[in-house]
């Protein structure tokens, strides 16, 4: 192949080799499991079954009924948001373990480091779409869909997917300097999900004497709340799926502000370590 042959197709290679990782990625996830992909649906509702009798029937919690959708069921309100939870968890635990795992591979080649963190968000995606195509089955079965919001639900499983890769960006760059940074992104992941209103209804950031909201440290819980990014990603999902109605304008502008500062930090960080990630692994 001549020198103008190779120049002509560089610009292909980043493309077609973030495809084949992400291929290898979904051919490997249950790789030589009997159940296979069957996994993608049998995780989240033994989750939700759990949560469903812990917070549902032992401490009755109580979602607010869907409007307008008219849905009132702790099961679904719970799944509209534990879904989009699991899918940012997968997506930055499994950033962190793509350049870990993939150590031979980055010291016999140069490629974009970039396209193994990103290849495996992908693959999670892939994961996600069939687990909200099995939701919105349901839906349709047991309660009632809006085909309408149907599409933003793409739109939003690709902002969260993209504000996952952000931070995972970030933590597997760093983790490859200091590997404790794995171990304490569970530990943060774990405080963050039940700092996220997921399991419980909001409500009960309130106090039912006063009907004002809690305080930390003197700050208005609820507009600390506001700074978690999750709280806005879980509530666009209810809102999709649970409410069925279109967010407005603001809300969706959160959510594009805090996934393009997950991103902009997030390879900011990467590209200052990135080209010295084969010496250290």
């Given at each position: 192949m001549t020198a103008t042959a190779r120049r002509r197709k560089r610009p292909d290679y980043p493309l077609e080799l973030l495809w084949n990782l992400t291929l290898?990625?979904?051919?490997?996830?249950?790789?030589?499991?009997?159940?296979?992909?069957?996994?993608?649906?049998?995780?989240?509702?033994?989750?939700?079954?759990?949560?469903?009798?812990?917070?549902?029937?032992?401490?009755?919690?109580?979602?607010?009924?869907?409007?307008?959708?008219?849905?009132?069921?702790?099961?679904?309100?719970?799944?509209?948001?534990?879904?989009?939870?699991?899918?940012?968890?997968?997506?930055?635990?499994?950033?962190?373990?793509?350049?870990?795992?993939?150590?031979n591979l980055i010291r016999k080649v140069y490629f974009p480091r970039s396209i193994l963190p990103f290849a495996t968000s992908l693959s999670w995606l892939v994961s996600f779409a069939i687990e909200i195509a099995a939701l919105i089955l349901i839906l349709a079965v047991f309660q009632t869909i809006n085909l309408a919001v149907l599409p933003l639900v793409v739109v939003a499983a690709v902002l969260l997917m993209l504000f996952s890769l952000g931070?995972?960006?970030?933590?597997?760059?760093?983790?490859?300097?200091?590997?404790?940074?794995?171990?304490?992104?569970?530990?943060?992941?774990?405080?963050?999900?039940?700092?996220?209103?997921?399991?419980?209804?909001?409500?009960?950031?309130?106090?039912?004497?006063?009907?004002?909201?809690?305080?930390?440290?003197?700050?208005?819980?609820?507009?600390?709340?506001?700074?978690?990014?999750?709280?806005?990603?879980?509530?666009?999902?209810?809102?999709?799926?649970y409410h069925q109605t279109w967010p407005t304008f603001g809300e969706i502008g959160v959510l594009v502000a805090f996934t393009a500062t997950s991103l902009l930090v997030g390879s900011i960080v990467f590209r200052r370590i990135e080209p010295r990630m084969a010496e250290e692994l």
């Open positions: 290898r990625e979904l051919r490997g996830k249950y790789k030589r499991s009997i159940l296979g992909w069957g996994w993608s649906l049998l995780n989240p509702l033994v989750q939700l079954a759990v949560y469903s009798a812990v917070f549902g029937i032992l401490f009755k919690a109580t979602p607010p009924p869907g409007d307008p959708s008219g849905i009132h069921a702790y099961s679904f309100w719970l799944v509209s948001g534990l879904l989009a939870w699991n899918f940012h968890l997968n997506g930055v635990m499994g950033a962190i373990g793509s350049l870990a795992g993939n150590g931070l995972g960006l970030l933590v597997s760059a760093v983790n490859v300097y200091f590997r404790d940074i794995e171990y304490l992104t569970q530990i943060a992941l774990q405080v963050w999900f039940f700092g996220t209103p997921i399991v419980y209804n909001e409500k009960l950031l309130t106090n039912p004497k006063t009907g004002l909201h809690y305080h930390l440290l003197g700050i208005d819980v609820l507009t600390i709340e506001k700074l978690n990014p999750m709280y806005h990603f879980t509530g666009l999902f209810r809102t999709l799926l």
